[in-house]
């Protein structure tokens, strides 16, 4: 809890979410800029420093900022490193591939204050589109990565991260993953630093920070060197250790899988030797070695890709170590790990039985009768009624596509809306449909939310306005980043640390770049939406809607802090059971109960879109 994340009472334990613990980390570490863009699952790392920014002021200073993208927000930390100063970033591991560019020549020029990049990996992809390993990001950028394998270690590794950025010159990337975002643990609490965010004179030091053709090449050999100290260092650091027993199996386990093998030989009655790795990069070679040494199989216990275990396997080569793991099918290739997924490996490493089958047969006879409760938009939601207003239109045409992009809109793929037919990443929707318009003969309506807008729509409709490609994008404006927990965006007047910020307005972007057909529709009213898409799809050139209405979390949340009374609707004598309400729209409030259509009044916003598309005009506001 917040209140805790605050708390200044070095020694004592409290109980925080992962996240909190790493923000918590962030504020021992006497960061002075913090910079970011949401992303499940590591949003509570920037909501928590968000607040925490207004309760610390005037004693543990910071710049505090929700950044357009995950590249901007990267830069804005590396700005703040190269002055000599502490930047941290947070982000999903989709997120990196945004900042990615940045990320590779950074590792060149190479941090002057302390750099620490969260990176939240989803395995299992619980609210992802992949389930990428970003450890391959600190091989492939040569940056280092750690990975904690407990609430508590989080945020000790978080401020072992600064003091190592800074003394081996590196950006450094600390590994999370949802289940350790996501979990609460026990959290020894240190020392929040008094301090003010100081503004520093600008020493010049092109000859590191310019990566110029001449610069990078003498640059490389530079950052080799001190991984190559920092693998040094790794080598006899207390974040990695050896649980010691006897034996000639073993086990290598990867942060979270640490525990994971520990609970699952305590299980099984065995005791083997278990390397605890959360040095990812630059890999401990030495250590893993000796480790190697004594034994004539391991396994090795990590999630996502066989990252490590791919290393281990070259180095057992001239060891004579039989590796087991992901590549032979002792543990799973994909997802997420459990105690008992790792039991299964151990087991078999071990010679010792255990009945998994059963497990997995008795989990699904289990999951059979759990009623399904598919993810659905919220009653009142304003891009259900924009997406029911897309599918008449759509069916009126015939056919279309209908290119879409990353938030909670992408349930708009669900029946009866169907009207999303594609989703790749952030601000791809508008970028397909450059593509598609050229090959298609068909009408193309893009969906986009407006935070995904400013991250990542305006340069592919810079690119359609200069091409004058033509299709329709309907900006989704619910005035917030929805899908994250309602971080602000810069289209609303709300910044980080609660400062007041200057809206840019998604229309004047829009016509500033010259697209010619802008138009802002109120999202509750359907008609004007099918007005304006019609209009719209005659326009020779790309044509932007901007659909506005705050998300109907924000709407109920603004009328109730207003003492605003919300009148549920209900079906009324003249309703003829036609079931257009249930079939063609789709609102959780709305129910078939004795083969009508009912709603349910405590869940009901009181949008009104429903009794707009009741062709009987049987919806009316409850009495
Ligand atoms: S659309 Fe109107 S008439 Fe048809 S079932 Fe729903 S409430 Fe009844
Ligand atoms: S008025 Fe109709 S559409 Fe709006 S929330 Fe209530 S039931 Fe759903």
Not at 251 to 272: D, H, R, T
Request: with cysteine; proline share 6%; aromatic share 6%.
């Amino acid at each position: 809890m917040l209140k805790d994340v605050i708390l200044d009472e070095p020694g004592k334990r409290v109980f925080l979410l992962g996240n909190e613990a790493i923000a918590r980390g962030a504020i021992e570490a006497g960061i002075d800029v913090f910079s970011a863009y949401p992303g499940t699952p590591s949003s509570e790392i920037t909501d928590t420093l968000n607040s925490a920014c207004k309760h610390l002021r005037g004693r543990m200073e910071y710049r505090m900022e929700y950044a357009v993208n995950e590249k901007v927000a990267f830069e804005v930390a590396i700005g703040a490193s190269l002055a000599g100063k502490r930047g941290m970033t947070a982000m999903k591991h989709v997120g990196l591939n945004v900042a990615a560019d940045s990320l590779f020549s950074f590792a060149y020029v190479g941090a002057r204050g302390g750099f620490v990049c969260v990176s939240a990996d989803d395995p299992s992809m619980h609210s992802s589109q992949n389930e990428q390993d970003n450890r391959w990001y600190g091989i492939a950028a040569k940056v280092p990565v750690v990975e904690p394998s407990s609430v508590g270690e989080a945020k000790e590794m978080v401020k072992l991260a600064f003091d190592l950025s800074e003394r081996f010159g590196l950006p450094f990337i600390l590994r999370s993953y949802t289940r350790l975002s996501h979990s609460s643990g026990i959290v020894e609490l240190g020392e929040i630093p008094e301090k003010r965010l100081k503004k520093v004179r600008w020493e010049r030091h092109p000859d590191t920070d310019v990566v110029l053709p001449a610069h990078a090449r003498r640059l490389k050999p530079i950052l080799q060197k001190k991984l190559a100290d920092l693998e040094d260092f790794f080598t006899s650091s207390d974040i990695n250790w050896v649980d010691e027993a006897d034996g000639k199996r073993g086990i290598i386990a990867c942060g979270m899988s640490y525990n994971y093998a520990v609970e699952a030989l305590e299980n099984l009655g065995v005791e083997m030797p278990v390397l605890k790795l959360s040095s990812m990069n630059p890999l401990p070679r030495k250590l893993i070695a000796d480790f190697l040494a004594n034994l004539d199989e391991v396994l090795v216990v990590e999630e996502v890709d066989p990252v490590v275990e791919l290393q281990v396997r070259a180095m057992a080569k001239e060891l004579d170590v039989e590796v087991h793991g992901k590549m032979d099918g002792y543990l799973p290739e994909n997802f997420e790990y459990n105690v008992s997924i790792v039991q299964k490996g151990i087991a078999r490493l071990g010679g010792k039985s255990y009945d998994y089958a059963h497990l997995l047969e008795t989990a699904k006879s289990m999951a059979e009768i759990a009623p399904p409760r598919p993810p659905v938009l919220c009653p009142g939601c304003p891009h259900t009624a924009t997406f029911y207003a897309i599918r008449k239109v759509v069916n009126e045409l015939g056919n279309a596509s209908l290119p879409s992009d990353i938030g909670c809109y992408t349930l708009g793929i669900n029946k009866p809306l169907e009207a999303v037919d594609i989703t790749i990443c952030m601000g791809a929707s508008v970028g397909t449909s450059n593509g598609l318009s050229y090959v298609l003969d068909d009408a193309i309506i893009a969906t986009i939310g407006d935070s995904t807008f400013f991250h990542t729509g305006i340069p592919p409709l810079v690119n359609a306005v200069y091409n004058g490609n033509r299709f329709v994008l309907v900006v989704l404006d619910n005035s917030t980043t929805g899908m994250t927990g309602h971080q602000p965006h810069p289209g609303v007047d709300a910044r980080g640390c609660g400062e007041k910020g200057h809206a840019v307005r998604i229309e004047d972007v829009c016509r500033a770049i010259g697209v010619r057909f802008v138009e802002v529709v109120k999202s509750y009213n359907i008609r004007a939406m099918e007005d304006a898409l019609r209009r719209a799809l005659k326009h020779d050139g790309p044509a932007v809607i901007v659909s506005k209405q705050p998300c109907a979390i924000l709407w109920n949340r603004e009328r109730k802090a207003k003492g605003i009374r919300i009148t549920p609707f209900e079906v009324g004598e003249g309703c003829m059971e036609c079931m257009k309400c249930v079939r063609e729209f789709t609102c959780p409030a709305i129910y078939i109960q004795d083969g009508r259509p009912v709603i349910d009044p405590a869940l009901c916003a009181g949008c009104g879109v429903c009794a707009a598309v009741c062709p009987y005009r049987a919806i009316k506001p409850a009495r």
